[in-house]
């Protein structure tokens, strides 16, 4: 069975960076996509960015573009989220996430949260004044 496992967050002040990891245990792993969706306090999970396994296209939320890069490694089997400029508004748990079963990866399919199967347990980023 498939496990994420994300790490990498932290508490920091605005306009500084962090490196989100997310590591892939389990036999097999052939993912079609990976992605990464937030969550604040009070708010819903919402989709962040998302990287095809295989091809690697992304895609991003608007509001991230220019700031945040996800890559992965396909031998290592773990997803990056780079985080540059933070701002307040992007404090949230940070969940990665795995598309196992659906194998067309379009914009739709890649920022829906239902096209997820497999999840992480998140990791908290705290961005201060």
């Known amino acids: 069975q498939v496990q994420l496992v994300e790490s990498g967050g932290g508490s920091v002040q605005a306009g500084d960076s962090l490196r989100l990891s997310c590591a892939a245990s389990?036999?097999?792993?052939?993912?079609?996509?990976m992605g990464w969706f937030r969550q604040a306090p009070e708010k819903e999970r919402e989709f962040v960015a998302a990287?095809?396994?295989?091809?690697?296209?992304?895609y991003y939320e608007d509001s991230v573009k220019g700031r945040f890069t996800i890559s992965r490694d396909n031998t290592k089997n773990t997803v990056y989220l780079q985080q540059s400029s933070l701002k307040p508004e992007d404090t949230a748990v940070y969940y990665c996430?795995?598309?196992?079963?659906?194998?067309?990866?379009?914009?739709?399919?890649?920022?829906?949260?239902?096209?997820?199967?497999?999840w992480g347990q998140g990791t908290q980023v705290t961005v201060s004044i």
């Open positions: 996430a795995a598309v196992v079963s659906v194998s067309d990866t379009n914009l739709v399919v890649m920022t829906a949260a239902r096209s997820y199967d497999v």
């Open positions: 389990g036999d097999p792993f052939r993912p079609y996509a």
């Open positions: 990287i095809t396994w295989h091809g690697g296209t992304t």
